[in-house]
Structures are given as structure tokens and as C-alpha cells.
């Protein structure tokens, strides 16, 4: 129960304050992304270190083999990855046809152009 | 039959809303709508007054709470004064509406015969959460009716009407429903109350003030606001809705919920419900003192409505059978004599257009039968006889002293004072003052003039004959 | 045979339509499935309601993987209840959405939306029935990602930012759900849901079992618009296309509180929740706040769609308050508010997609007069306004009585008072309009303006008179409600 025995939740947590950090702090819609990616890839490492046991290996019934890894945290991760890919592609497609709407990718200047053109209805 | 009550208005509501396009026809259907629920109501008088209570369910609304009517004497009184009301006034309508080209009509019809289709909901509903639903459905439906003209005037009052009414319903009123089923498991309206002894005495004060204060058509300062505010309507709106089927829907439920929620025998002589006279005794005073000083007529009789209305609740806070009786009673006369005060009120100014008390020097002697049926009605209200005024307060005034609320029957004295005050110098200025010019003016037209001698006519014919009235307020009190 | 797999059916029959759509790009072909595969829903929803009356809890082995291995698909009295409320609404917003789409979007995405709408619906069928918790987040990803296109079609550009935002907050709570169901995983070893409860018992003291629980509050919290996490939700309504927002007000947030309602009651516990963890206080504070802030801010909106999109905020905290009273009374309450919110604001925010073809526009201002140009239209939204108030006779007064009832049980007087004090500023709102529509004259060249099509107004109308006819024979949605309850509570229903 020491720090370098929990280092890839360590991790995990610093990935995911830094995703987040990038989403709440970035005005690039772009860049909102790809924290949101970093934040989401911080969740596949919490999912698979556990499933792993030093010195198991795969899950094929052996006469050799007695101890395995969990099978189960992959085929969640690669669903999860999939639909990370999903989000992903979609954000961007978004941010695509924001650009050819607004002009810009930047919330900030966004907004802006919201409001002038409120304030002229 | 019973159903029929209800639904004979709905369906002329829809009738009329169908004849639109052809006035004579849809005036026609309101007074066949009118008449056959008199006829309707009139059929069930017999059974009851024989002591049956014919009931009928409706839908399951919540479980163990159904949408269901009963008929009991109160109801029934209730009923019948409004019913009968309904086609005087429909009379009085078409004079009036004609006569001062209002727009809107059909909706006017409309809103009014779904009106009345509440207001028999209301009297006929079996228990506390049916009565809530038809009293919730009056506001909305008369909120039309109060905006008719639509201008800004208009939608003030409206806004007045709609939040006073809905707010206390809401606030104090469904606490209260919801408690009393917490506490009662029951919503029924028994004779002799659901409360029980599982509540302490307390408890039943402060529900007795979450329902007189909740129920807002009965006009308790200090939330009697609305009522004058409503006087934007139409003058046959505030005759019928505002001095019989609105404001009585008020006083009956607060009637309705003394004796068949807490039970008259259960809350006599508690510490904790003593204020309520006082309240009462007090809404009185002051209204018939800001009634002494408007100048405006629909709103001196607005407040004039206040008061008498508090005579109702004043009555029956005195929790004795007499005096029930009374508020019974005073729910009919009031009626009577009230809608032949604003039918004179809405005949003035369609003859004169004239709405200050201080303009009507010398007008009595242009429309001697107007203010002639104003005469009876303010003479009933005072409590002169012979005027059916004069029977309710006797009993209410019996049940005062036999239970010796000396207070009580002072502040009866007091406020027939000040409803001379406030009645008499219109009579005087009326008949006995000159005209300040020459108006060129008559009688209202004939149908308004039929409609408002039929119920003074009404008023007197009480007095004399007060037998089904009597006999159904005393079945109520139990004596 | 058939009858035997329709839990799967449930959601397969959506999800295989939506590619076939994408395939044949056809407007009109891809409407016609869209209804079929509503109303199929629809069916199976209910002969599925039946049988958990019959039986209890049916449980379906996905690809006859038997649980706790394989997926699990669990319908029990709560789930069925949620199952027949989505496709209700699907099966009403789907035939009125032709003319609407029609209205609003060019030719060549109609049959986009169509698809989506599919896959959203095949999403929150989804994440109702099943009883695996990983499977739950593929279909909130499935219900979330087809959402957000379906905002993103809106015609206005600011649709695309909600979109986004939505999007980008979406995903942070999906996400957060599954770090919750991980720690769940790691402290059980088991995803599926019923399995999970059992294990659950016997670690329930341990902090990554709190940490999991705060990190679904928040990430379902998200989904479902709790307070103060509502911010992307006004945008997301005012600028989606008409049926999109009828359909998503009726049933996306509900299937949220779904999910939280079965992780509180029946995954974690009372004695956790509630007991250990001052969750109570939380839910109805939070709750109140949503309450009266929502309402408030609903008064002063402009727009008629944000009104009624902040009021859903507000009207979600009821539910949530119902959630955190956590009595008979409160649950029954909660849980047939779902139902009876979702036909309420179902019914006025397709009344409003009429407004919106015909006027162009639900902001206030240009709705005056509407009263003469759209009779029906504005009959409806106020009818539909009583409900949101609680006038008797309405659907919404049943839900109040209920929380009013279940606040009262606890004694929480002043939580009652406030129920009730909060009807009102929902009457403020509501009077907005009537005044509008009411009382203002038409601008001049509205004059010309006629009620919405019948294909629209029909569906609208079925839903308004839902509300008043579930307001007076309440016992179909009651007696649900009171099941589900009951099962939530853990005592016989």
C-alpha cells in the first residue's frame, strides 16, 4: 500500500484532472476536444490496470498456466474506445460546421456574435 | 338526475358555442339550458327534502378518493339558488349585452353556462377534493368573464382575480386537503366531521385558518381584494358570479367544511377556533366602512358583498344549530337581494351610463322601477322587513344570543347601521334630490327591467314564504 | 416464441431500423418506418407491462448468455413503467414529425433525423431495460450521440454551439458514470445490476463505494439536468428542431431519473443513500433550489420554447424532490410525475412546434393575438400550463398531491409550503403567455395565419388530453407509479 504500488491510479487521476482542467479552461473549441479525449483515455487506465496480474497472462486454458488476467476490463475498454472515437469524430464535425456558421472556433468570439446579433432584434 | 345537474350545462355551453353565428338561437338555447336545469334541480328538491341523499361516483381519482356528488340540504339549497338565479339572469343578459353591444358574446355565453356547471359541481360534490376541483375550475372558467373587455383595465382585475383566488387555494387551501387526508384518511363530507380526536386542539386551529383563509371566494380579509377588482366584468357577471355563484361558492364550501369536515358538536367551545368571529365580526366593519366611502356603485357593492359574506362565516363560526341555520339562510337571501342590487347597478347604466353613486340625483323618478328594485334589495340587506334579509339575520342574531356572543350581536347592530349608511343616501339622493341636468333618459330596457322585479319580487316572496329554504337549512343544522 | 424474446425486441426492432434508413435515404420511406418501428415499441412496451403485472420481474438472457456473465435484460414493475412513457411519446412525436422536419429542415436531412430519432429512441429503450451497467453506458452513449446530432439539425447556427456544449457536458457525465461503475466493478467484480446489489451489501462501508456513488450522482445528475448541472439544457431545447425537443422533454431527462432512481433504491441502497449519506438533504436541497431558480428564470424568458425548457428544469426537481423524501408518499409522486411531466411538456412543446411553423418564431413577442390566429394551439399550451401549475382536474395536481402528501409525512412543513408556493410562480409564467395570446392584438399580416396542419395538431392534442384525462382517471399511471414504488421502498406493492 504504497504510493509507487497505486502509481497508475496516480496516473489515472492526473489524466483526468488535466482532461477536465483543458474543457473548463480552453475557449478553442478544438482544444475542448481533445481534453475531453484525455479525460476519457483516463477512464480506459482505471478500467484496465486492475484487470492486469503481475505475472498472469492471457486467459487461455493452459495446462501450464494457473493465473490470468481479466479478460473483461478489454472488451469493455475497446467498447469504450469506440464510442470515445464516436464523441470525438461527432465534437469535430460540430466544430466544423460551427467554423462555416460562425467564422471562428473560439467560444469567447462565439458568444460575442450571439449577443451583437441579439441586440439587433 | 343528478349527473344531469352537471352536465346539462356543459353540453348547452357546447350548444351555444355551436350557434355562434345565429344570436337569437344561441339566446334561445341559454334559456332552454337555463330552464331545464331548474326543471332538473327542482326534480331532485322533492327526494331531498324527504331526507334521501341520492349520490353518484364518478371516476377513481386517487385511491380511496373519488370523483364523486352527493346531495345533501345545503347542496341542494345552494343549487337551487343558483339554478333559479341562472335564468333571471340569462333574462337580464340578453338586455344587457344587447343593449351595450358587447363583443364577445358567444364566449360570454359559453364561459357562463360552464360556470354554472361548476358551481353545481361544487354544490353537489361529495367530498373535499371534488369540491376543490370544481372550485379551481370556477376561477378559471370566470377568469374570461372578468377580462371581457379585454383592454387593460380589464386584465389588472383579471390578474387580481386569478392570482388572489388561485394563491390562497393553492397555498392554504390544498395544505389543508392534504392534511386532513394525512390525518383523517378520509375526505369525505359526513355529518357531525372526519377529524376525529387524533388531532389536537391546536392543530385544528391552525387548519381552521389554512381553510377559511384558503378558501378566497369567501372573501375574509384580508384576502377580499379580488372581489371589488372583479367589478371590471360585465354587470350581469358580477350579478350572477360575483353576488351568487362565485362569492356563494365561497361561504357554502366554508359552511360545507365547519360542519362536515370538523363538525360542529367537535370544535364548539375550543380555545383555539375563538378567533374566527373576531375576524369575521372585523371583515365586516370594515368593508361596510369602505363600502360608506366609494363613490363608484359596483364597488360600493362590492364591499357591500365582503361584509354580508362575513355575516355568513360570522354566523356559522358561532358553531351553534341556530345560527347555522342562519348562514344557510343568509346564503339565499343575500343572493337574492344582492343580484337585484347589481341587476339595478347594470340597468342604470345601460339607461344613463352612469357609475358614481353622486350622479344619480333625481334618477329615481326616470327609472322609478330599477330603483325600486333597488329599494327592496338594500332594505333586505339592512335587515328590514318585509325582506328575506330580515329572516336570516333573525336567526343569526338568535344563535348569537343563545350562545351569548354579546359581541357578536353588537357588531350585528353596528354593521345594519352602516348598511343603512351606505345604502340609504343613494335611495334618498335617488328619489328625493333633483336631477342635476336634463338627462334624457328611461327605463332600462324591458328584459333587464323583468329580470330585476322578478327577484325583488323574489326578495319579498322569501320573506313570507320561506318554507324550502327553512326546511333545508334546518335538515343541514340537524333540527 | 416471439413473445418470449421481446424484452430484446424492445430495443433491437429501433436499432436494426435506423441503418436500414440510413441505407434507402428516403424522407418519407424512412417517416414510415420511424412510426411503424414507434408504434412496435409501443406494443411491446405494453404487453411487456402486462406480463410484469402477471409474473414479477422478467429477466431476459442476452444471446442466452445467463446472467451474472452475459447481459442481462430485467424488466421489472419500475423499468416497464419508463419503458411504456418513452414509447409513448415516440409513438406520438413520430407521426406529427413529418410535417414539423418538414417545415424546418431541407429535404435531404429528413431521413437523417428520422434515423437518429430511431437510434436516440433504441438508446433510451435501451438503457430502461437493461440490467448490466456497462451495457447501460453504451446505450447512453447510443441515446447521447444521436441527441446530439439531432440538436446540431436545429436551424438556427446557435444550435450547433448547444449542440456542443451539450456534447461536451454530455460526455463529461457519461464518463463519469463509468468511473463510478468501475470503482463498482473493482469492489465487486460484477456489472450486472442485480448482482451488484447483492455483492454490494457486504462492502457497502468502503470509500471507493461512496467515491463511486458520488461520481454516478454526478455524471446521471448531469443527463438528467440536476441542479445547478441544467446549464446545457435550455439551449438544447430552444434550438432543436420542434419534434426533437417534444420528444427529448418527454423522455430523455426521465430516463436519467430513472437511472439514478435504480442506483439510489435499488444498487446502493436506502440505508447508504439515505442513511449513511446525507443524500436526503442533498436531493431536496438541490431540488429546491431548481425549484423556485428555474421557475423564476422561467418568468423572465422571451422565448416561449426557453420558458418552458427552464420549467423543465424546475419541474425535474420535483421529481428529485420526491426521490429525496424517499416515503411511499414522495416515490409514488416522483415517479408518476415522471410519467406526467413527460405528457405535459410533450404536449406543449408540440403545440409550440406549430407556433413555430406558423409564426416562425416562440419568442413572446411575436405570439400576440395568438389566441384568434391559433385557437386550439394556444387552448392547448394552456391547458397544458395548468398541469405544469397542478390545477386539479390536470395530471401535474395528482404529482403535487403526492409530494405535497409525501413532504407532509416527514413533517417537512416548510418543503410543503414551498411545493405550493412554487405552483405559483408557475402560474407567473404560464400567465405570460395567456396575456400575450390573449389579450394582444395580432400583428398586422398575422391575421392570415391558420392553425398548425391536423397531422400536427392531433398528436399534440392527444397528448393534451392525456394530461387532463390522466388528471381525473388517474389508476393506469398510479397504480404503475405505486408498483414501482413499492419496489423501490422494498415492501409489497
Redesign the interface.
Known sequence: MSFPGHYTYWVTIFLMIAGLYIVIARGNLVKKLIGLGIFQTSVYLLYIAPGKLIGGTAPILAASFHTYSNPLPHVLILTAIVVGVATLALGLAIVVRIREAYDTIEEDEILEKDRAEEAEE | MLLAALFIPALGALAIAACDRWPDLRETVTLVTAGSLLYCVLSLLGPVLGGAQPQVM??????GIA?SLRIEPLGMLFALVASTLWIVNSIYSIGYMRANREPHQTRFYVCFALALACTMGIAFSANL?TL??FY??LT?ITYPLV?HH?DDEA?RGG?LY??YL??TS??FL??AI??T??VAGTLEFKAGGILGGGVSNAAIGGLLALYMFGIGKAALMPFHRWLPAAMVAPTPVSALLHAVAVVKAGVFSVVKVVVYVFGVERIAGLASVEWLPFVAGFTIIAASIVALRSDNLKRRLAYSTVSQLSYIVLSVSLLAPLSVVGAALHIAAHAVSKITLFFAAGAIYTASHKTEVSQLDGIGRRMPWTLGAFAVGALSLIGVPPAVGFVSKWFIFQGAAATGHYLVMAVLGVSALLNAAYFLPILYAAFFKAPAQGADHGEAPLTMVIALCATASLTVGLFFYPQIPLALARQLAGF | MIADHLPALQVVVPLLAAPLMMLVRRGTFAWLVAVAVSWTTLAIAFALAVKVREVGVISYAMGNWPPPWGIEYRVDALNSFVLVLVSLVASVVAPYARTSVAAELPRDQHYLVFTMFSLCLAGLLGITITGDAFNLFVFLEISSLSTYVLIALGRNRRALLAAYQYLVLGTIGATFYIIGVGLLYLMTGTLNLADMAQRLRDVHEMRPVLAALAFITAGVGLKLALFPLHFWLPNAYAYAPSAITSFLAASATKVSVYVLLRYYFLIFGVPLVFGRLPMAEVLIGLSVLAVVSASLVAVFQRDLKRMFAYSSVAQIGYITMGMGLANKAGMTGAVVHLFNHGITKGAIFLLLGGVALRVGSTSLERVAGLAKTMPLTSFGIVLGGMSLIGVPGTAGFISKWYLVLGAIEHGYWGLAVLLVVSSLIAVAYVWRFVEVAYFREPEPGAARLAEAPGSMLIPAWIMVAACVYFGLDTSLPLDGARAAAALLLGGAP
Request: no cysteine; proline share 7%.
Open positions: 364518478l371516476v377513481q381519482m386517487l385511491p370523483l377534493l376543490y376541483l379551481e375550475a378559471l377580462t379585454g386584465r390578474r386569478l392570482g388561485l394563491a393553492i397555498v390544498l395544505p392534504v392534511i387526508w394525512a
